[in-house]
């Protein structure tokens, strides 16, 4: 981290972290064995590892001498002992093709026009549903709208944590199939969907996450055309927001499934695998950031600086400086370990922590907003910024000064080696 940043020796391994925008190691470890945990429990229910799982689970909390790495981190981290998706190699063999057409046109106009001109010409041997997903307020819901009774199928699928719309989107087509059962006497079922993904997913399945809704999907098309053998079942693209009624009106709906569970039945399926590994990672920066609160023995320099509402840290702030040399003076000043005199002095390189002005003791704050060696340099650099943003804390912090203070401190000639 020293060689990235180009800081001082004696800067705290803290601030480093923080201004790399690296984690400290334990907790990259710690977010690296729990993400292969996850990836271990979503494996295939046949795989021997579920055995194992299975036992570290029940055993987590017993006393016993030694302890087995899975039962320490089940022990440890109780949000990895909820239910999570099994992710299957195949849901369906290579050779397989679906029952179903699936139309996905190349353009929004084309596929808009496409279903302008069936709508104009069905009749009662068609049906027509339109299917949409939909997340509010952080939950996340699904609904079908039968154009030609005007029913609606709500689903609600739980928090965003868990679930995300694409796999509202999915269910939501399950919902029209599972209506499909109203329909004995339709010739054409077709099911639109606005969610290109999610159409090729029913196309294309893959080893996936969401991959059990997508193979209840799958069955359910396969009962339905077993039992109506004259029905031709059609899953249709069209463009999300482009004026289609009933693509609406489906929005709508799977709005209210979102925010009104009373509305339908609890379903079956787990949290997906994505969502536990998105938890994972935010934890683990919430963690860091509460260390990093905690700690207030080291960078006392960097934490004053870091605390304003424009501050930025790590790779967003350093991604606006040019090249290696300035970014290293930045990191310098912001740790406060840097060629000026107070520092020097602290770790006994000179013999005074006073400026050569004569006023005062050369710290990071005289050095840019004090110093009378340099009032020419910082006259431009007011100027530049502006005189309420003359404070050490935004000229080191926010990302859009940055350039004026590496011109003031290329000016001032002070901090050259
Ligand atoms: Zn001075």
Redesign the pocket.
């Known amino acids: 981290m020293k060689a990235i940043l180009g800081c001082y020796r004696t800067t705290a391994t803290a601030a480093m972290e923080v201004e790399t925008g690296l984690p400290p190691p334990w907790i990259r470890l710690q977010t690296k064995a729990l993400l292969a945990t996850t990836r271990m429990q979503s494996l295939s229910t046949r795989h021997p590892i579920q055995e194992w799982l299975a036992n570290a689970l029940r055993t987590r909390t017993a006393v016993i001498s030694h302890q087995s790495n899975l039962e320490n981190i089940l022990q440890q981290f109780p949000h990895m002992c909820g239910r999570i998706e099994t992710i299957e190699t195949h849901i369906r063999p290579p050779w397989w093709t679906p029952t179903v057409k699936i139309k996905i046109e190349t353009t929004k106009s084309n596929a808009k026009d496409q279903h302008d001109i069936t709508q104009m010409h069905s009749d009662t041997t068609m049906v027509t549903i339109y299917t949409d997903g939909s997340g509010i307020e952080n939950t996340i819901g699904a609904a079908a709208y039968n154009s030609a009774t005007k029913s609606v199928s709500h689903q609600y699928l739980g928090s965003e944590t868990q679930f995300n719309v694409y796999t509202a989107e999915l269910t939501a087509v399950h919902l029209a199939i599972k209506q499909l059962w109203n329909h004995c006497e339709c010739l054409i079922a077709r099911i639109y969907s606005d969610s290109q993904a999610a159409v090729r997913a029913i196309d294309h399945p893959q080893r996936q996450s969401r991959q059990t809704i997508i193979k209840d999907i799958l069955e359910s098309i396969d009962e339905v055309a077993n039992e109506y053998t004259h029905m031709r079942i059609e899953i249709v693209w069209i463009p999300g927001h482009a004026a289609i009624e009933g693509n609406e009106r489906a929005d709508i709906e799977a709005k209210k499934a979102a925010t009104d569970p009373t509305l339908s039945q609890p379903h079956k399926y787990k949290p997906l695998k994505s969502a536990r590994a998105r938890y994972i990672k935010a934890a683990a920066k919430e963690q860091w950031q509460a260390i990093w609160r905690e700690n207030t023995k080291t960078a006392a320099a960097l934490r004053r600086i870091t605390k304003g509402k424009y501050v930025k840290t790590g790779p967003t702030l350093y991604n606006e400086i040019a090249n290696r040399n300035a970014a290293a003076k930045i990191a310098q000043l912001r740790t406060g370990h840097c060629g000026l005199n107070q520092y020097l002095h602290r770790f006994g390189i000179q013999n005074t922590p006073y400026?050569?002005?004569?006023?005062?003791k050369?710290t990071v704050h005289?050095?840019l907003l004090?110093?009378?060696?340099y009032r020419e340099q910082r006259k431009k650099l007011r100027k530049e910024v502006g005189t309420g943003k003359m404070r050490v804390e935004r000229l080191l912090g926010d990302p859009k000064m940055i350039k004026h203070t590496l011109e003031y401190i290329k000016a001032t000639d002070r901090l050259e080696t």
């Open positions: 400026c050569k002005c004569g006023y005062g050369e005289h050095y004090e110093c009378r060696n």
